[in-house]
């Protein structure tokens, strides 16, 4: 496999299980991607709302399929978790995938905490909290935090992670506040695939700016961004079943066509070129219909040409 263009992930399409009733068309999908030019398979978090398994749970199944390609999770919702549950449940999917997990936090917001029995107060200082207390699990022996929401003395997790010093922490956010989050407590940031091409642009030269405040190499901290894509010379049609999608998955068909990339072969490439040089070290490819078709073109027309 070639290693000298931008390396891309793939999204595992969860309508596969839910049009088919089975797992079976996702073993395939996952198994075929193993053999092409990706390099990881992404999944989302949505517990409540939207039809998605829970990501944990189900990277541990495509863990047992693959032996390559490296799992993650863009984002988990953490202010809707408990820290030391889930340390507990991703080094156990580090341990059971040697080592292959990449996983993103996000705040979150737009689900009720109190459903979950939290208080949606003091959300971003939960949201922080969180990330500490599960580094602190991962790599210390004996762990301590006094913090306020969690207080605890020469606790053990193990094992611990097959990554040292623990899975690469990718964030999710938008906003300057969550960006500098970002830079502050995570090894990468991954841009939404429900922004823009030039929302992306914009949030990259913010993440730069933060990581010369703080002295960060920019080298050491990874650079991605999501992409709903369609690759299809019918660009009507590729435009309306994403339009579909986005109804149906954000409740909001118009965010796709401010935020997709869609059309022929040639016109998806000079998108994609043009996040690459927008600052883009990787790519989260996202079709979202005719998924093994679009599996095999976009590991050959589109990948290697990157």
């Known amino acids: 496999m070639s290693n000298k263009h931008t390396p891309c992930g793939i999204g595992i399409p969860q309508d596969l299980i839910i049009q088919s009733g089975s797992m079976e068309p996702v073993r395939a999908f996952v198994q075929r991607a193993e053999a092409l030019d990706f390099d990881s398979l992404w999944i989302p978090e949505s517990i409540v709302g939207k039809s998605t398994l829970e990501p944990v749970s189900f990277l541990s199944y495509v863990a047992a399929l693959t032996d390559r390609l490296r799992l993650g999770v863009a984002v988990i919702l953490l202010t809707l978790r408990n820290p030391v549950q889930l340390a507990k449940s991703l080094v156990t999917l580090d341990v059971m995938s040697r080592g292959r997990l990449e996983v993103g936090f996000g705040i979150g917001g737009h689900v009720p905490e109190e459903i979950f029995g939290y208080s949606g107060e003091g959300r971003v200082r939960r949201f922080e909290e969180a990330v500490e207390v599960i580094k602190t699990l991962w790599t210390e ?55 823009s091409s030039e929302d992306f642009a914009s949030q990259y030269s913010l993440i730069q700016q933060y990581l010369e405040e703080v002295g960060r190499d920019p080298a050491a901290f990874k650079i991605s961004k999501r992409v709903y894509i369609a690759v299809d010379n019918d660009r009507a049609g590729a435009e309306q079943r994403l339009r579909d999608w986005f109804g149906g998955f954000y409740r909001n068909p118009d965010m796709a066509s401010r935020v997709s990339i869609w059309g022929s072969r040639d016109e998806c490439l000079d998108k994609l070129a043009a996040l690459v040089q927008a600052g883009a070290q990787h790519l989260l490819l996202d079709p979202v219909y005719n998924h093994m078709e679009h599996l095999e073109m976009l590991s050959e027309e589109i990948v290697p040409h990157l």
């Open 141 to 195: 022996d004996e762990a301590s935090h006094s913090g306020t929401f969690w207080n605890f003395e020469n606790i053990f997790l193990g094992p611990k992670p097959v990554q040292q010093p623990h899975p690469p922490i990718w964030f999710g956010a938008r906003v300057p506040a969550a960006l500098k989050r970002a830079v502050k407590y995570g090894d990468g940031w991954m841009g939404a695939g429900s922004s």
